[in-house]
C-alpha cells in the first residue's frame, strides 16, 4: 500500500464554540474523562516540545500525572529535556485519541513543582521505578546494557538497607497554559478547531480556525 493511499474518514463527533467550556483546562479535562471512559490506549502520554539550544524542536512522548491550574509531568532535571526546560520554559503539548478522532494543543511554560508534590508523586511509584529514577543518568551516554543493570543492583543493594529518597535531581514540572487548541475530526477532512488565547487580563478568547 502506498503511504498516499492511507486514509481515514473522521466522522464520530463535532465541536462547536458554544458547547465548549470558558477555559481551556475545564474543557480538557471533559475531554480527559471521556478519553477515560472510551478506554483510550495511554490516555495520559503527550507529546512534550522543548527548545534546544541551537533553536530545534525537540520532542518526546511523556506522561501526563496532573491536572490543576496547570499540567504536570515529572522527569529528572538532568535530562536533556531537563537542561532545555531550565534554558528556555516556552513548551508545546499534544494529545492525540484516535479513538475519540481528537487532538489537543497547548502552550505555554513550565515551573517547578514543590518539593512536597515532587515527593508525594515519587513514594506513590512502585519501588523498582524508584531505584530506576537513581539508576539512569537520563540522557547521558553509556557503554551498555549493563551498565543500567550494575547501576540497578547497586542501589537495589544500598535501598534494601535504608529507607529510599527522593533523588535531588529528579521531580516535577507544571506547564502554566497561554493556548490552547481543541480538534475534532470531521468528514472531508473539514474539520473543528476551536482555540483558545489567554488575554492581558488573564481572561480567554475564543476563536473558531479553519481547518
Do not use: C
Amino acid at each position: 500500500m502506498k503511504l498516499s493511499d492511507i486514509r481515514i474518514d473522521y466522522a464520530l463527533k463535532s465541536l462547536d464554540i458554544v458547547d465548549v467550556a470558558a477555559e481551556p483546562l475545564i474543557q480538557f479535562k471533559v475531554w480527559f474523562e471521556e478519553a477515560v471512559a472510551s478506554k483510550v490506549l495511554e490516555v495520559n502520554a503527550m507529546n512534550l516540545s522543548t527548545v534546544k539550544e541551537n533553536g530545534y524542536p525537540n520532542s518526546r512522548i511523556v506522561l501526563l500525572k496532573g491536572i490543576d491550574h496547570g499540567l504536570v509531568f515529572f522527569t529528572n532535571y538532568e535530562s536533556e529535556k531537563g537542561k532545555e526546560l531550565a534554558n528556555n520554559p516556552k513548551v508545546a503539548l499534544t494529545f492525540f485519541w484516535p479513538e475519540l478522532q481528537r487532538q489537543v494543543r497547548f502552550l505555554g511554560k513550565v515551573e517547578k513543582v514543590s518539593r512536597k508534590e515532587s515527593n508525594d508523586y515519587f513514594f506513590s511509584r512502585p519501588f523498582p521505578s524508584q531505584i530506576g529514577a537513581w539508576a539512569s543518568p537520563q540522557s547521558q551516554v553509556i557503554p551498555n546494557r549493563t551498565f543500567l543493570e550494575e547501576n540497578e543492583k547497586l542501589y537495589l543493594e544500598i535501598y534494601e538497607k535504608e529507607e529510599i529518597q527522593r533523588p535531588p535531581h529528579w521531580g516535577g514540572f507544571r506547564v502554566i497554559i497561554e493556548e490552547a487548541e481543541f480538534w475534532q475530526g470531521r468528514p472531508s477532512r473539514l474539520h473543528d478547531r476551536i482555540r483558545y488565547r489567554q488575554q492581558s487580563d488573564l481572561s480567554w478568547k475564543l476563536e473558531r480556525i479553519a481547518p
